[in-house]
């Protein structure tokens, strides 16, 4: 059942100091507005910070670290030590990726009927079982069912992290906490290339990648209880919030427009989801990106290892890659929610990554059939391999553009389960474009990269068409109702405005912006660029 907040009952909770007013306009008397201060929004904010985002920030972390090793683990003998051959390994990398794209369906489900708490314990405990239990891998088929196992209880990661920073932080301020939990995909970069350099000089029985893959999946493990204890389904039952203070951020998140959580599966928002371009338009530019970010995961050690260095100069090469990553992801988020503007942030990137691509390819191309890279080959190849560290500002930008343009809990589910469906497509198709045959440049894998990327760049600018006609339409809408054509979007304002207290949004942003109402059935609801 979906939570509401009663007027006459948890309203009346708030302290004299927090007054609650009636609005002249559009308001009946049983529907009273709280009053906050910019110093209430930012305490708030912070108490949400400190217990939402942390929890957040920590198992994105280790989410990240799991998958990277594995591409570490190559370079320490992973496909020696169990025979593998390269196209068999290039399938492992896919397999994780098959598993997340078939679960999607009953994921967005999932994240709908069961409590974020609960849902995240559990997948948090399953796939940490899953990471150790790939040290005991003897053959391609053992790493074949625990990648698998893998991808099937991430699955729901991005779609459950992305929907709660939806349910805790108004429109301006989701950039930057998405920038905070997806940019630790840099720190866990860093973090697996010391532990991986570490564990390296490992020698005996037990190999380097074991104790890798063992290390990470024991501590995803352990860290599950963690979850449990610290996070909250909710602000109605947040338990760090007082019942005063539940009200006030219940009330900040008025204007976003896109309701506050419902476990009530509406399948007229599923279907919505289908009949709405802007989800075909937010798969294409999901996939494409990821298309990338598979070639960087499973192979970026590997093609640094083929510019001529040893497995412990490559694993140190690593970490450059991912503070490079954390970079660009808070400069891409911090610039989006600074100017207001997500889609011309990421096309700006996604032209960087571009032209990392350019030098990559050129120089492969020079020395195609050449068995070494010349220094200054090698270090145009380095550089243009760091360059496609801005690509990873890619998924946050867009998950932040998604959920601030989706509202109604069933459609947000669906369309992030899209979007995670894309990703995982991306990533079964991008380790196929390199395959062993084309090693060690793989120049034609680099180059659909490249043209991939170009692509990706022109489906930006046509969703920012598309959603420029849908707010035309609301317009129209809104005349039709006799409210007025344009209205004043609080949710975007940089310092806090409480309900009615700016005159071109008094009134008009009404119950709608709590309930459980999708973007296309809400008149009121503004599209962002």
Known sequence: MSHTIQPHTDMEKAHSTHEIEHDAVGKTDNEPVVILTEEDNRRLCRKTDKRILAILMWIYFLQIFDKVVFGLGNVFG???????????????????????????????????????????????????????????????????????????????????????????????????????????????????????????HINGSFKAWQALYLFAGLITVLSAPLVWFFLDNDI?????????????????????????????????????????PKSYLWFGIAMLPNLGASVTNVFGPTLIANFGFDKFITTLLTMPFGALQTIA??????????????????????????????????????????????????????????????????????????????????????????????????????????????????????????????????????????????NKRRQSQRVAKGLPKIIHDTSMDKTFKTYGEDEGAAGHIGEEGLKDVSDLKNPLFTYLY
């Open 78 to 200: 992973l496909r020696t030590d169990l025979g593998m051959t390269g196209d068999q390994y290039s399938f492992a990398g896919s397999i994780h990726a098959i598993a997340q794209l078939s679960w999607q369906p009953f994921s967005s489900y999932l994240i709908v009927r069961v409590p974020a708490r609960t849902l995240m314990t559990f997948l948090v405990f399953a796939w940490g079982c899953s990471a150790a239990c790939m040290a005991a891998a003897t053959n391609y088929q053992g790493i074949y069912v625990t990648r698998f196992l893998l991808g099937l209880f991430e699955a729901g990661c991005l779609p459950l992290f992305s929907i709660i920073t939806a349910q805790w932080y108004r429109r301006s301020e989701q950039p930057l906490r998405v920038a905070c939990w997806y940019g630790t995909n840099g720190i866990a970069t860093i973090v697996a290339g010391i532990l991986a350099f570490g564990l390296g």
């Open 329 to 470: 992801i808070l400069i891409g988020c911090f610039s989006a929610q600074r100017f207001s503007n997500k889609a011309g942030i990421f096309a700006f990137l996604m032209a960087v990554a571009v032209g990392g691509c350019v030098m990559l390819y050129t120089q492969a191309l020079a020395a195609y059939g050449v068995p070494a890279l010349t220094q200054s080959q090698q270090s145009i190849s380095l550089g243009g391999y760091y360059l496609l560290a801005f690509l990873y500002a890619a998924n946050p930008l867009l998950v932040s553009w998604i959920i601030a343009n989706t509202a109604g809990q069933t459609k947000k589910s669906v369309t992030m389960a899209i979007y995670n469906g894309a990703s995982s497509a991306g990533n079964i198709v991008g380790p196929l474009l390199f395959t062993a045959a084309d090693a060690p440049r793989y120049v034609p894998g680099l180059k659909s990269v490249m043209v991939i990327f170009i692509v990706l760049i022109g489906l930006i600018g046509l969703q920012v068409v598309n959603l420029f006609f849908l």
């Open 236 to 276: 109605q039952s947040a338990r760090f919030f007082t019942e005063e203070e539940k009200v006030m951020a219940v009330e900040r998140l008025r204007a976003n427009q896109t309701g506050t959580g419902s476990h009530e599966w509406k399948w007229n928002q599923a279907l919505e989801v289908f009949m709405d």
